[in-house]
Each structure stands twice: as C-alpha cells, then as structure tokens.
C-alpha cells in the first residue's frame, strides 16, 4: 500500500513502454500489475502540484488557482505554441521561457489515432508520443524554439488533424498510415510557404529538415477496451479492476479507462490484490 500525491506517469520507451505510476516521492512499477486487480481510492485531497497547497479544485491539470494565473506552463501559449510571446517581453517568467520555449523544438508527425502533427521541445522526445498514446512517430523537422514550430504546425495542419482521438487510441484504432509520404508531401506542396515563413518570422534561425526513421510505440496492453467508459475521481472515490493495460496516459480497466495526468494533485492510494 502506498499513498501520495498522484502525478503523471514516468515512462521508459522499450520493447514495450515501461510505466511507473507516480505517488509523491514513490515510483510503482506498472508493467508487473498487468492482468491483475488493482485499487486506487482517493483521499479527498487535492494539492497544488506546484506548491503542494492544499485545493478544492484542481486548474490546469493539478494547480491551484493563484498558480493557474500565474506560472507560464500554465499560460495559453502552451496549448498554442504559435502565440509564444517571449519576444514581446511579456512571458509570465522569461527563465522559464529561455529554458523551455527558447530550445530546440521538433515538429513530427505521428499516429495515434491516424495520421496527426505536432510540436515538442526536443528534450520531450519521445516521452510526448508516449503520453498521447502514439503508435509511431516521425520526426521532420528541428526549429530552434518553440514559436517556430508553432507557426510551422498552424500551416501544416491546414491540411491534418493537430489532435489525437483519445478514444480511437484507447481503442486502439490506427489506421495504416505512410508518414514518410505524408511527410514528402507537405515539403513538396508547403515548400514556399515555409520559406516565406522561415524569411519572414525566423530572424535567420536554424531550421533543419530532418530525414530519421519512424519510431514503433509498443504499450503493455492484454486487451483493448471496445467501449471507452471514463472513469474519475470526481465520480467516485475508489476505482478498482483488473489492469487490462496502460496506453498514453490512461490506465485501461475492465470496468473503463482512467486518465492519470488529469487527476495530477489528486492524493491517492494504491494497492494490489496481493496485499
Ligand atoms: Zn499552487
């Protein structure tokens, strides 16, 4: 038995990707506890992921409220890397922005759910596929921060979907899918819109087209679910089931699915049916 304040899980990219739930300062190891009965039961608190303040509700994935408006992860250019303004001089804290927004950023394309793009900080590869749940991923390009890769994704997504269906990922619903075409493609048809871009919003910053292979995401999943029922703390206290298997960030039970990183903050405990 072990009880902590929840946080997303710790992943290892593998045969399969290995997970470790996160309780406070503990780490479980999750592969083991597959085709096993397993109990989480909230205890009715929530604290702040940041400062660890004691919340009635929780903002933003696990945050108090002053933290909500105040902290630059939590700032609206983070869902929408395109409106970084670091350079306007008014990021909520440009340390923060100098160590997370002005680094290498690589743009992928990846399917989840079918065919998707998006952006990550290269330092989060390939920790951000595995936490949407990809099943393969294709890096195509390295742009030097994070505004960059925003506005190369907004272009590119004129023409894909930027979203994974979380549901269909559950499901386990990937459609076949050539990235390396996909890929090919968009440099054929967006090639001046993205030389436009890199002249006119670049500032002479580097920009690499990148040529590497696909990358395979194995999860440790016994059987996925046909129907997706969610399953939360806020509907009941105790969840309990037999881990059929863990994709994104979602534990897979029997009775439905959970999402671990939306209950971030949420003080929980866990136990096995061996104890
Ligand atoms: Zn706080």
């Not at 933290?67 to 992860?73: N, R």
């Not at 596929?129 to 390295?142: K, N, T, V």
């Not at 075409?181 to 001046?192: H, N, T, V």
């Not at 209950?263 to 405990?269: A, D, E, M, N």
Request: aromatic share 10%; proline share 3%.
């Amino acid at each position: 038995m072990k009880t902590g304040n929840l946080r997303k899980m710790k992943t290892e990219l593998g045969e399969v990707v290995n997970y470790s739930l996160v309780l406070g300062d503990e780490l479980i190891s999750m592969n083991q506890y597959l085709g096993k009965v397993i109990t989480l039961k909230y205890e009715g608190e929530i604290n702040c992921v940041y400062c660890g303040v004691k919340t009635n509700k929780s903002y933003g994935g696990g945050y108090c409220y002053k933290h909500l408006i105040s902290l630059p992860e939590c700032d609206m250019c983070i869902v929408k890397p395109e409106q970084c303004h670091y350079h306007e001089g008014t990021c909520r804290d440009p340390e923060w922005g100098q160590s997370h927004c002005l680094k290498p950023h690589i743009i992928y394309l990846a399917n989840s759910s079918g065919a998707k793009i998006g952006i990550t900080r290269e330092s989060q590869v390939p920790t951000r596929w595995i936490d949407q749940g990809a099943s393969f991923a294709l890096p195509i390009m390295r742009v030097s921060e994070r505004l960059h890769s925003g506005l190369v994704e907004v272009m590119l997504a004129r023409e894909i979907s930027d979203k994974t269906n979380w549901r269909k990922m559950l499901k386990n619903e990937v459609p076949e899918v050539d990235l390396f075409e996909i890929r090919d493609q968009f440099f054929d048809s967006f090639e001046s819109d993205i030389d436009k871009l890199i002249e006119e919003k670049f500032n002479g910053s580097d920009v690499e087209y990148l040529e590497e292979d696909i990358v395979e995401i194995n999860y440790p999943v016994l059987n996925y679910p046909e129907k997706v029922k969610s399953l939360s703390f806020d509907k009941q206290d105790v969840i309990e089931g037999k881990l059929l298997g863990i994709k994104g960030q979602y534990l897979i039970f029997d009775e439905g699915v959970l999402n671990i990183r939306k209950h971030s903050g949420h003080k929980i405990t866990f136990t096995s049916g061996e104890e």
